[in-house]
């Protein structure tokens, strides 16, 4: 089999969930990682993975660190066939006409705009339309939730039209020296914010109107869902059709996970990677249907949602799997997704049917 050699340029916190998630693939190689930082977070990479300095500036500047630098960031694209860019909000774009030159192709993250790539990546909506492109771009965590879910109950012929709340994590754990929301909710100052058009970007036929503000906490988005279905439907209908989709896992108030910090503490018992949650987590008890409209909270770990799309991407573009499922099986394999956190075991190495 010939492997994809992969690139990862901007090792913070998505880029590191990235680069340890490629390490796990059977079909791809980690050629090497590329930054700008000179502190712990790159040295942490030292030993593990190749380190290349993504500018001039920063190689100087790493190498007076101590950083040892295998080479420039041209160096690294020579040698790949897609490189990530998990750089910060703006800074991945200017990085475009580089990835060109070098005739890579190119994963972006939600930071990016839509326009930027002209696609924009949701694995189990719309991989196929994604095979052999040069560039796309995966959504934001809270928009690859909305299309995870709200797109199993339109797929379920279900949803007619979705209102939804979201709560945002102030910032993330790792900078939360450095500022944050304290004490108080900040409104997002635009209604509808911008996750619900952004999911228009890959489900351009759902009916999605978001509100959001930013909580004082630091871990994990909490989202509120009213939902007109398209007919008076039970409470099971909708509890199987999210069942039925992949990358969505339930939780139970009636287990005692009750909060978003319970839900991140049984994340470090089961042994996930940095605590980490791949799966959008539905609480299945809190699941309310009367008559045609449902109502539903989830929890998006949003250090960590997009790392699958990530991979079913780099698979999209290279064609190295046809399809989403047979992407998404490979992925949801090595990373050990589940679909129910407590009752049922890891995923089998087969995947879903
Ligand atoms: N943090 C989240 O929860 C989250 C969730 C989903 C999507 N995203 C998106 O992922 C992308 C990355 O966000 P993040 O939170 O991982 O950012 P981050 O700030 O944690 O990491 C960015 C990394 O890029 C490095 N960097 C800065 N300038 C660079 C340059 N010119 N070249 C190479 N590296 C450079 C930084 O040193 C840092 O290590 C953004 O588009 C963001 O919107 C973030």
């Given at each position: ?144 939730s909305i299309?995870?879910v709200l797109?199993a109950l339109q797929?379920?012929?279900l949803l007619a039209r979705a209102r939804g709340v979201l709560i ?40 999605v109107v978001t509100i ?10 909490n989202h509120y869902w009213t939902l007109q279905l398209t007919r008076t439907a039970t409470r099971e209908e909708v509890i199987d059709a999210l ?5 969505i896992?339930f939780i139970r108030m ?26 959008v987590a539905v609480w299945e008890d809190l699941v309310t249907v009367v008559g045609d409209e449902a109502y539903l909270t989830y929890q ?54």
């Amino acid at each position: 089999m010939t492997k994809t050699r992969v690139a990862v340029n901007g090792y913070g916190v998505i880029g590191k969930r990235v680069a340890d998630a490629v390490l796990l693939q059977p079909d791809m190689v980690l050629v090497g990682i590329a930054d700008v930082a000179t502190d712990w977070r790159i040295k942490a990479a030292v030993g593990r993975f190749e380190v290349y300095a993504a500018t001039d500036e920063a190689d100087a500047a790493m190498r007076a660190a101590g950083v040892p630098v295998t080479g420039t960031l041209d160096d690294l694209l020579a040698q790949v066939d897609v490189v990530v860019d998990t750089t910060p909000k703006h800074v991945a774009a200017d990085n475009l006409a580089r990835y060109q030159t070098a005739e890579v192709k190119a994963v972006f993250q939600g930071g990016e705009s839509h326009e930027t790539t002209g696609h924009s990546f949701v694995a189990q909506a719309n991989y196929e339309s994604a095979l052999g492109r040069a560039m796309t771009r995966v959504v934001s965590c809270n928009t690859t939730s909305i299309v995870r879910v709200l797109g199993a109950l339109q797929d379920a012929g279900l949803l007619a039209r979705a209102r939804g709340v979201l709560i945002r994590r102030a910032t993330d754990p790792w900078e939360s020296h450095l500022g944050g929301i304290m004490n108080t909710m900040v409104p997002e100052p635009k209604i509808p914010s911008h996750q619900g058009p952004d999911t228009n970007t890959v489900r351009p036929e759902l009916d999605v109107v978001t509100i959001a503000a930013k909580g004082a906490h630091t871990q994990t988005h909490n989202h509120y869902w009213t939902l007109q279905l398209t007919r008076t439907a039970t409470r099971e209908e909708v509890i199987d059709a999210l069942r039925a989709a992949p990358r969505i896992a339930f939780i139970r108030m009636a287990d005692g996970l009750v909060a978003l910090n319970s839900t991140i503490e049984l994340m470090k018992d089961l042994g996930r990677p940095r605590g980490d949650m791949w799966e959008v987590a539905v609480w299945e008890d809190l699941v309310t249907v009367v008559g045609d409209e449902a109502y539903l909270t989830y929890q998006v770990y949003n250090e960590a949602i997009v790392v699958p799309e990530t991979i079913d991407a780099i698979r999209a573009l290279t064609e190295s799997a046809p399809d989403a499922a047979s992407s998404m099986k490979i992925t949801d394999a090595t990373l050990g997704m589940r679909q129910d956190f407590l009752l049922q075991a890891a995923i089998p190495e087969q995947g879903r049917s």
